[in-house]
């Protein structure tokens, strides 16, 4: 949510940002609603004042004995009542225009992002690895796991419909492996705290890290009213929501590895083979509380705890910086993480990694109170995922298939499995 007092003083630079997003300008629009805003509440104000004088002149009316003055007095103030409730559904009326104008309205791009229109103009930052070598032509990962009958989207399909996988065996062995190595990576050596939160939440929830309204139409939501998290994202970073935090509390630092769930709206024909688009599918999640200050310090540290999943793994990625128009609708600046798949022949996302500024703040009034000048300001937010472990376990699949059809065992996940070297097909 933006601040509208920022826009009013500084409109031309709040119109800017929009275009870099592709959007029309809109200060003069919200300045306006503001503009009515301010004077409810002066109207509003001067009557409560004059009621408070009035109230008073009739007690001194009272006291010279004209009652005809303490009459006059009392009929003002009750018809003063009447305008100052009136003055307040109006506010009211006012404040929710206001909020409903500024709810789907996107972050602003931090100066630094590049400039452009789409994942085309997204800048490559660096790579790790190399694409590896084969000796026959690799496999996409469904046909691994389809050839090794562990890996069944026809029964899914009649459990579930579309885009739902069933795992067996060796390869829901390796997913299950894959989110424990990640949460004992985070917690242990990168300092998060392991949070296992709801899976359906209220919908302020969501509002507030700026899922909603937004995006309402790819997420899923119960007869009850309770959304199914689309990302850990949405319940951790609400973990601050309606508090003011001491200073000394931050950065704050949780990871969570949850189901996921997106309707995947708009997606009709994108991968429509195998596990890269599912409507459920696990991730574990990275979210950091800061200060102002820290935020862009906070932003490449967890880069860097992102990426070191895939390193020990020894897969081959690259990381890019989105442009303006590809970042996602809270996002000021946001790094993807491309993870090599060679039965593809493509890099695809694995990992996005943004700082937010405190645009979600503003939604879930969080904030903190400073050490020095003990003033209350809002914190920024971060999230990233640390990383997507159905995609982990596709680049593992993909980068370490044999010959044969079977998978060998990353030496980091080889504690997790029981010391098995290689997924080989189900008895």
Not at 356 to 364: H, I, T, V
Request: glycine fraction near 8%.
């Amino acid at each position: 949510m933006h601040d509208i007092r920022w826009i009013r003083d500084h409109p031309d630079e709040f119109d800017r940002g929009l275009a870099r997003r592709a959007l029309e300008p809109l200060a003069a629009r919200l300045i306006a609603i503001d503009e009515r805003r301010r004077a409810v509440i002066g109207r509003l104000e001067a009557a409560q004042a004059r009621r408070n004088a009035a109230s008073r002149e009739i007690g001194q009316a009272k006291a010279k004995k004209d009652e005809a003055r303490a009459q006059a007095l009392m009929a003002e103030v009750a018809g003063l009542k009447t305008a100052i409730q009136d003055g307040e559904e109006e506010e009211k009326r006012v404040v929710a225009e206001l909020e409903a104008a500024l709810a789907p309205i996107p972050n602003l791009p931090l100066a630094e992002v590049p400039d452009g229109r789409d994942e085309r103009d997204n800048v490559v930052h660096h790579h790790f690895g190399a694409k590896r070598n084969y000796a026959f032509t690799p496999k996409q990962h469904f046909e691994l796991g389809e050839a090794l009958g562990l890996m069944d989207f026809e029964t899914a399909a009649k459990l579930s419909g579309s885009r739902f996988v069933v795992l067996r065996g060796g390869l829901a062995r390796l997913q299950r492996a894959l989110a424990q190595f990640m949460l004992d990576l985070h917690t242990t050596e990168h300092g998060y705290l392991e949070v296992d939160p709801p899976l359906l939440v209220k919908e302020q929830v969501p509002y507030g890290t700026g899922n909603l309204p937004k995006s309402a139409e790819d997420m899923f939501c119960t007869r009850e009213g309770f959304w199914l998290i689309p990302t850990a994202e949405v319940p951790l970073t609400n973990l601050v929501r309606e508090q003011i935090l001491d200073e000394d509390r931050l950065p704050l630092r949780f990871t969570a590895c949850t189901p996921c769930f997106r309707s995947e709206a708009g997606s009709a024909g994108k991968d429509t083979r195998g596990m890269l688009r599912q409507h459920q599918f696990t991730k574990v999640e990275l979210v950091s509380i800061t200060t102002p200050e820290q935020s862009l310090e906070e932003h490449d540290r967890m880069l860097a705890s992102a990426e070191e999943v895939l390193r020990r793994l020894d897969l081959h990625y690259r990381v890019v910086t989105l442009c303006a128009g590809d970042m996602g609708f809270a996002s000021q600046k946001t790094y993807d993480i491309e993870v090599w798949l060679p039965g593809q022949g493509a890099y695809r996302e694995i990992s996005s990694c943004s700082v937010c500024g405190d645009f979600q703040a503003r939604r879930m009034d969080a904030r903190y109170r400073a050490k020095e000048g003990r003033a209350v300001r809002h914190v920024h937010t971060l999230n990233g995922s640390g990383v997507a472990v159905g995609r982990a376990m596709i680049a593992v699949m993909e980068t370490y298939q044999q010959d044969d059809g079977t998978i060998a065992i990353p030496d980091a996940l080889k504690p997790y499995l029981r010391g098995a070297t290689r997924i080989e097909r189900a008895a």
